[in-house]
């Protein structure tokens, strides 16, 4: 496995066009005292912000706008830290590794149980939202010990992406409500509901196609060193058998 040191990042996101640049732009105008680990901490308060504003939407929708304020934040802490610390050239690989995808987790669990707290969606609907983005999640990093390539993103959706989804749904629910539509075999199903259930079917097929293309993939290629491995040894085994050989060892 390669080192943290050397890994090699893709970020190919729907987004990147805009979020790139605007990065770039906030890391060179930084001010000394916004340091990256700052900046990891304002992204974890931000997702702490998101929970509490969804679970008080229970007393009024208007949280619902605190909690887009939340992903905003969770945003720029979540993704600004890392390009900050390349920018001044103070990267802590390992350290940053650990510590950025620990973070992540949390603020996964906590975001998406605050939404199951809502009155929006349903809480299993929502635990298994939060199930599927750490399955995405492992398979991240699995992908990044057996390759060496850390690609943030799954089929160009990435955080950024999500939490865009996150902030056009609240808005759409606070201002056309939250109807109950009746499905097939599930019965009344709230609209933002629906919506999350349909992020994780998509997310499930897409941990199971990419986890098997990527599983081939590898199985191929571990087949291919084999194979040059075996016939390496077959070509040293003849070497020491062959005539020319004989000799130098009855010398030796």
């Known amino acids: 496995m390669p080192n943290v040191e050397k890994h090699k990042r893709e970020n190919d996101?729907?987004?990147?066009?805009?979020?790139?640049?605007?990065?770039?732009?906030?890391?060179?105008?930084?001010?000394?005292w916004v340091t990256p680990d700052?900046?990891?901490?304002?992204?974890?308060?931000?997702?702490?912000?998101?929970?509490?504003s969804y679970a008080l939407t229970n007393i009024n929708p208007n949280f619902l706008w605190l909690a887009s304020l939340g992903f905003i934040l969770?945003?720029?802490?979540?993704?600004?830290?890392?390009?900050?610390?390349?920018?001044?050239?103070?990267?802590?690989?390992?350290?940053?590794?650990?510590?950025?995808?620990?973070?992540?987790?949390m603020s996964t669990v906590l975001i998406f149980v605050g939404l199951g707290l809502s009155p929006y969606v349903d809480l299993v609907v929502a635990c298994f939202g939060a199930i599927m983005y750490l399955l995405l999640s492992i398979m991240v990093y699995l992908i990044t010990y057996v390759t060496g390539v850390f690609?943030?993103?799954?089929?160009?959706?990435?955080?950024?992406?999500?939490?865009?989804?996150a902030v056009v749904l609240?808005?759409?629910?606070?201002?056309?409500?939250?109807?109950?539509?009746?499905?097939?075999?599930?019965?009344?199903?709230?609209?933002y509901s629906l919506a999350v259930a349909l992020v994780v079917v998509a997310m499930?097929?897409?941990f199971l196609v990419n986890g098997a293309v990527q599983s081939r993939r590898l199985m191929l290629?571990?087949?291919?060193r084999l194979e040059r491995k075996l016939s390496k040894?077959?070509?040293e085994a003849k070497e020491k058998q062959s005539p020319a050989a004989q000799p130098a060892a009855r010398e030796s």
């Open 151 to 165: 690609r943030i993103t799954s089929a160009k959706i990435g955080p950024t992406e999500i939490r865009t989804l």
């Open 233 to 235: 040894e077959k070509e």
């Open 74 to 105: 969770n945003w720029l802490g979540d993704s600004l830290d890392g390009t900050l610390a390349r920018h001044r050239h103070i990267e802590r690989p390992r350290y940053g590794y650990m510590v950025d995808h620990w973070i992540d987790a």
């Open 204 to 206: 499930g097929i897409y």
């Open 170 to 191: 609240n808005t759409v629910i606070f201002f056309v409500g939250n109807p109950l539509i009746t499905l097939p075999y599930f019965g009344p199903t709230s609209l």
């Open 221 to 224: 290629l571990d087949e291919k």
């Open 13 to 32: 996101i729907l987004l990147g066009f805009l979020e790139r640049p605007a990065l770039q732009w906030l890391a060179e105008h930084a001010p000394a």
């Open 38 to 52: 700052g900046l990891t901490s304002l992204g974890m308060g931000a997702s702490v912000l998101i929970f509490i």
